[in-house]
T-cell receptor, first 113, second 115 residues
Framework: DVKVTQSSRYLVKRTGEKVFLECVQD?????MFWYRQDPGLGLRLIYF???????EKGDIPEGYSVSREKKERFSLILESASTNQTSMYLC????????????FGQGTRLTVV | AQKVTQAQTEISVVEKEDVTLDCVYE???????LFWYKQPPSGELVFLIR??????QNEISGRYSWNFQKSTSSFNFTITASQVVDSAVYFC????????????FGAGTRLFVKA
């Protein structure tokens, strides 16, 4: 069974902290994505990666960076967390090109205080 | 630029009613893919259906059906005889060739089905 695992379900961090959100997939998928989900705004793409060490900005990359050193792992980094980054973060992976569906993790609810 | 609009924020129906969730998309590509996902209260998004831009054939899967019309840039989703278990947030999504097939989602429609 396919699986995308996010390291934490809930996180509480302080303003200014550096925050790492980890995502691991066991499907050997080339593509991985980070989205944030906010009420009324749906899922907004932060970054995606189509191969190891490759990344592309999504629609809202400001304040975030990513790392993909291994195919199975895609990390989202909040360099200096701010309260407006309080949100639900969803990781997804996808095999090959855009015709395939994405598989999602269970989400990480991040609260920045 | 690609865009997905789900104008219905919330819909509330009584069990056994039929309900249609609307999705309108924008893209300049001729090759693109449309998706519907379901997010139940547990939170994990689940894939429901995919359509490519060259296949306008409608599809039915049990109580679910999808109507894809390129002329109106719409990809609507109908649930027939709704059930309480259909209560969820439903997302329409678009993946296009330009931009490396990144997938863009709409804002979602929250469906409440009351017993």
């Amino acid at each position: 069974d396919v699986k995308v695992t996010q390291s934490s379900r809930y996180l509480v961090k302080r303003t200014g902290e550096k925050v790492f959100l980890e995502c691991v997939q066991d499907m050997d998928h080339e593509n991985m994505f980070w989205y944030r989900q906010d009420p009324g705004l749906g899922l907004r793409l932060i970054y995606f990666s189509y191969d190891v060490k490759m990344k592309e900005k999504g629609d809202i990359p400001e304040g975030y960076s990513v790392s993909r050193e291994k195919k199975e792992r895609f990390s989202l980094i909040l360099e200096s967390a701010s309260t407006n980054q309080t949100s639900m973060y969803l990781c997804a992976s996808r095999l090959g090109r855009g015709q395939n569906e994405a598989f999602f993790g269970q989400g990480t609810r991040l609260t920045v205080v | 630029a690609q865009k997905v609009t789900q104008a219905q924020t919330e819909i509330s129906v009584v069990e056994k009613e039929d309900v249609t969730l609307d999705c309108v998309y924008e893209t300049r590509d001729t090759t693109y893919y449309l998706f519907w996902y379901k997010q139940p209260p547990s939170g994990e998004l689940v894939f429901l259906i995919r359509r490519n831009s060259f296949d306008e054939q409608n599809e039915i899967s049990g109580r679910y059906s999808w109507n894809f019309q390129k002329s109106t840039s719409s990809f609507n989703f109908t649930i027939t005889a709704s059930q309480v278990v259909d209560s969820a947030v439903y997302f329409c999504a678009l993946s296009e060739a330009t931009g490396g097939f990144k997938t863009i989602f709409g804002a979602g429609t929250r469906l409440f089905v009351k017993a």
